[in-house]
């Protein structure tokens, strides 16, 4: 196996890729297809600006929230424990993109309200690979 496949399987991508890491549809409420992607920099902006209705999420904590963030996003710590109870009262109607420091906390918060019905998009790499 080529090093570039042992790195694409392990890592379920290269880093010029954008992955769809889970699909449903939900018929009974909406009929719409819901994702769950993970965006590289340039596409989740470009996915952002042509969604017409999405909504910028900033999982990190309040404090990194503070420190400077996305213009537009909405802060909704990941790490609290009301998190859950939070998104479930959202707007299932529009696509929701995410972003933490690395990736990694918007990555699971995006499993969670993908399994609650939402249609989510991660900022893979973080808030540091969003061109500004």
Known sequence: MAWNSFIKNLFGT??????????????ATTGI????ENLSGRNFKKQLE????????DVRTSGEYGQGSIPGAKNIDYMSPFFAKKTE??????TYFLFCRSGNRSGQACKLMHKQGF??????????????
């Open 50 to 57: 042509e969604s017409g209705n999405g909504i910028l999420l």
């Open 119 to 132: 249609d989510v998009r991660n900022l893979s790499g973080g808030i540091d690979s969003f061109p500004f």
């Open 14 to 27: 290269d880093d010029t890729t954008d992955v769809a890491t889970d699909t449903a549809t939900d018929t």
């Open 33 to 36: 297809k819901n994702r769950n």
């Open 89 to 94: 009262k959202l707007d299932k109607d529009v």
